[in-house]
């Protein structure tokens, strides 16, 4: 079964542990483990376990932001579907207005695109009174309008927050990758060390200290 991050750490943590809390193992394993080699292994483990703390709050955050950006989105998504139907309700047989106002046009599914149609349907609409007065019955006034476009600017900040996060966590996960690699390299070796020189009867003295030799 695959082990996860969390056990893969503690795993390392009471080799390092074990061997840095026994005199007897690390006298046995100098010659190939002095200790400034055997200091390394605490730095390691210090630099692993604080990498996957940073990419775990890196990782929350760019959820969070992601997940603020799709809400005002879709929100304004909602809006702009029931501002298209309404202006074609309101002007069934006049298609130059529908031309006027992009009703030709599909919406698309990116997001550039997406804010791009909004944002010059709003112009359009907002730029035809005799329109306005007509939407004015559902609530959607020049001032109501005016609040959607002002939302549009929001939600673009809130996509490039999104965006800024999404790469902080991704440089946080290779972090994370990088210093568990590092990590466990480092173990591996010192388990092999370990079992050069414990073996038979021996390894119970590396058991005691929570050390399992494979």
């Known amino acids: 079964m695959k082990r996860t991050h969390e056990s893969e750490l503690e795993k390392c943590r009471v080799l390092i542990d074990g061997v840095n809390s026994n005199d007897a193992i690390k006298t ?5 483990y002095p200790e ?7 730095v390691l483990y210090n ?24 809400v005002a989105k879709d929100n304004m998504h909602e809006n702009f579907v029931r501002l298209r139907q309404s202006v074609r309700y309101f002007n069934k047989a006049d298609v130059a207005l529908q031309n006027k106002v992009y009703l030709n046009e599909d919406i698309p599914g990116g997001y550039s695109e997406w804010d791009n149609l909004v944002d010059r349907t709003l112009d359009a609409v907002l730029d035809t ?3 306005l007065e007509k939407l ?32 902080e966590a991704q440089m946080a996960s290779d972090k994370k990758r990088e210093t568990m690699a590092d990590l466990k390299a480092y173990c591996k070796d010192l388990r092999e060390c370990l079992n050069l020189f ?15 030799v494979k």
Request: hydrophobic share 45%.
């Open 28 to 32: 046995r394993i100098a010659p190939l």
């Open 36 to 42: 400034a080699k055997l200091a390394e292994g605490p």
């Open 47 to 70: 630099s692993a376990k604080e990498a996957s703390n940073v990419q775990a709050k890196e990782k929350a955050e760019g959820m969070a932001a992601v997940r603020a950006f799709n």
């Open 129 to 131: 009174p005799a329109l």
């Open 136 to 167: 004015e019955l559902l609530e959607m006034g020049a001032t109501v309008l005016e609040g959607w476009k002002a939302e549009l600017l929001t939600i673009k900040q809130l996509k490039n927050v999104a965006l800024k996060e999404d790469g």
């Open 198 to 212: 414990y073996y038979g009867s021996d390894r119970q003295a590396l058991e005691q200290v929570g050390i399992v």
